[in-house]
């Protein structure tokens, strides 16, 4: 798709050449609003790799005198719920609004023309991420009509120095992820400790595995699942890069909820974190989370360095 605009923008889906352009536009993007660079050309490839998701209609880059000034995609439904995730990247601190209309106009008219395709019967929601210190994009979609839906937090500590040590039930085991049997179990464990969540999603074990452990920072031998009397029934998810250690998903399922499972893997995980070098923990966490979950992170050291606000939009299909 090409679509030459007034003002000398361009917008097109992206090819696979433009991978490493992608990347850098969303790394100067991080700088800008957080002091350093997250995102890499694996997190591009990555996200074109997800169930469903077609690049040429899904994704969008808008060019401006031959530099990428705007980059978004959009993914779903989220079933049950009719929701769409979305990313929503422009060149900082020049914020290109044309770019950006342009860019909502691609995602809203492509999650409109896939939710009639699907015949869902409800309307559908587009959802967006911006962080606090995203004010131009704050902007943007408030006066597009988006309205906040619920914040998530980043929360991070230091893994130098001493450490409170896991101090696990009696009859527990933990162990790493070494073959899909223990992939499986984690997969179970995560699904049912996360049903009553917002944003859950049940889906298939491939397509879940795809979403979550295709990944190259996927750490096996950083993940955990925990088992008592031979039944697992808590897991961590985990990834590494150079220097960071990052809790993708830790649950637990109900049943074996307060006995401080929870508490002890987090532990655990920042441990083994330590032992591989990593400096630093992470996660994100729901800031509304009904287990409190932030509650717990707080206790095991971990402080909130950045808040997403998910911004939402109903769109009509008529």
């Known amino acids: 798709m090409h679509e030459r605009v007034a003002s000398g923008l361009t917008i097109r889906a992206p090819r696979n050449e433009d991978v490493s352009s992608i990347a850098a536009l969303l790394a100067s993007v991080e700088i800008v609003l957080d002091g350093r660079a997250e995102s890499t050309k694996e997190d591009v490839r990555f996200f074109w790799s997800w169930p469903g998701f077609e690049v040429e209609r899904d994704a969008w880059i808008v060019e401006a005198e031959g530099s990428f000034v705007g980059y978004a995609w959009v993914w779903g439904p989220r079933l049950p719920q009719p929701d769409y995730d979305a990313r929503l990247s422009l060149r900082l601190p020049d914020f290109p609004t044309d770019a950006a209309h342009l860019l909502l106009d691609q995602m809203e008219d492509r999650v409109v023309e896939k939710s009639r395709a699907d015949d869902a019967g409800t309307l559908p929601r587009l959802a967006i991420p911006c962080t606090a ?3 131009g994009k704050r902007d943007l979609l408030e006066a597009r009509g988006y309205r906040p839906v619920r914040t998530f937090f980043r ?13 696990w039930p009696a009859e527990t085991s933990v162990g790493t992820i070494r073959d899909r049997a223990d992939e499986e179990d ?7 400790s996360f049903a009553e969540h917002y944003g859950y999603m049940p889906e298939p074990f491939d397509e879940w595995r795809r979403r979550n452990l295709d990944h190259s920072e996927y750490a096996p031998t950083l993940s ?3 088992r008592r009397g031979g039944e697992a029934v808590a897991g961590s998810l985990n990834y590494r890069s150079p220097d960071e250690g990052t809790v993708g998903m830790i649950g637990v399922r109900r049943p074996w909820r307060r006995l401080g499972l929870g508490r002890a893997l987090l532990l655990h995980s920042f441990d083994a974190f330590r032992s591989a070098g ?7 966490v729901d800031s509304e989370n009904a287990d409190r979950a932030v509650a717990l992170y707080e206790s095991v050291g971990m402080s909130v360095t950045r808040r997403n606000t998910l911004y939402g939009r109903t769109l009509e299909t008529s």
């Open 278 to 284: 990593l400096l630093v923990a992470k996660l994100g």
């Open 186 to 192: 984690l997969y179970r464990v995560l699904i049912d």
């Open 155 to 167: 929360m991070q500590r230091a893994l130098e120095g001493t450490s409170e040590r896991a101090a």
């Open 133 to 135: 210190a995203d004010l």
């Open 224 to 226: 955990f699942v925990v």
